[in-house]
């Protein structure tokens, strides 16, 4: 089984201070972790994944994310928001060691960037 | 790189109705396609993983007469919602994957259909 938890509907934050959204997860075995982010009425655009490696993961945007397996967490950080980096933000996991690459997707915070 | 295009983007139809949305990878040929459906203010639900040539798995509580998958090659998959009525009305969105090992992880996603059944 695999769950993943974001426990903020909804994150504000001035434009050029640090953002931060959380997600933690629950997985069998070994932890597939993702984030992605929708913009009104549109699709998901990918911004990060973590497979395996170092737990620090960058990616697009400016994005990055920590990988944490004592905490059970992968929290995507930004250092410094954009008022354009207001959308929802989804979590994903899959269990690395289940056949298919099915992902289950948390329930999504809203980040709102302020002026 | 890894675009994939829905159509159509928005939908209206009469309730009895069927509907066809078409999921396309551009400029890649996809290993698996995906269809989510999300509802406002809601995550993404799984519907059903679909292959080139073999039939579509659906998740558990999907009607697989309710909606046909059909993924006739490796860059379209077509989701029918055969018989719509209004609680169909939903943001339906495919992703589709290609290559192996890690870099099939990554699902690449659609823009979305809006489906709305009068």
């Known amino acids: 089984a695999q769950s993943v938890a974001q426990p903020e509907d909804q994150v504000n934050v001035a434009e050029g201070n640090p953002l931060t959204v959380k997600c933690t997860y629950s997985v069998s075995g070994n932890p597939y972790l993702f984030w992605y982010v929708q913009y009104p009425n549109r699709g998901l655009q990918f911004l990060l994944k973590y497979i395996t490696g170092d737990n620090l993961v960058k990616g697009s945007y400016g994005f990055e994310a920590e990988f944490n397996k004592s905490q059970t967490s992968f929290h995507l950080k930004k250092p410094s928001a954009l008022v354009s980096d207001s959308a929802l933000y989804f979590c994903?996991?899959?269990?690395?060691?289940?056949?298919?690459?099915?992902?289950?997707f948390g329930g999504g915070t809203r980040v709102l960037v302020k002026p | 790189g890894a675009v994939v295009s829905q159509h159509p983007s928005w939908v209206i139809c009469k309730s009895g109705t069927s509907v066809k949305i078409e999921c396309r990878s551009l400029?890649?040929?996809?290993?698996?396609m995906f269809w989510y459906r999300q509802f406002p203010k809601q995550s993404l639900m799984l519907m059903a993983t679909s292959n080139e040539g073999s039939k579509a798995t659906y998740e558990q509580g999907v009607e697989k007469d309710k909606f046909l998958i059909n993924h006739a090659s490796l860059t379209l998959s077509t989701l029918t919602v055969t018989s719509a009525h209004p609680e169909d009305s939903s943001f339906y969105i495919c992703?589709?994957?290609f290559g192996s090992g890690a870099l099939q992880e990554t699902q690449y996603f659609g823009p979305g259909t809006r489906l709305l059944v009068l």
């Open positions: 992703s589709a994957t």
């Open positions: 994903a996991v899959r269990d690395g060691r289940a056949a298919g690459n099915k992902l289950t």
């Open positions: 400029d890649f040929q996809a290993t698996t």
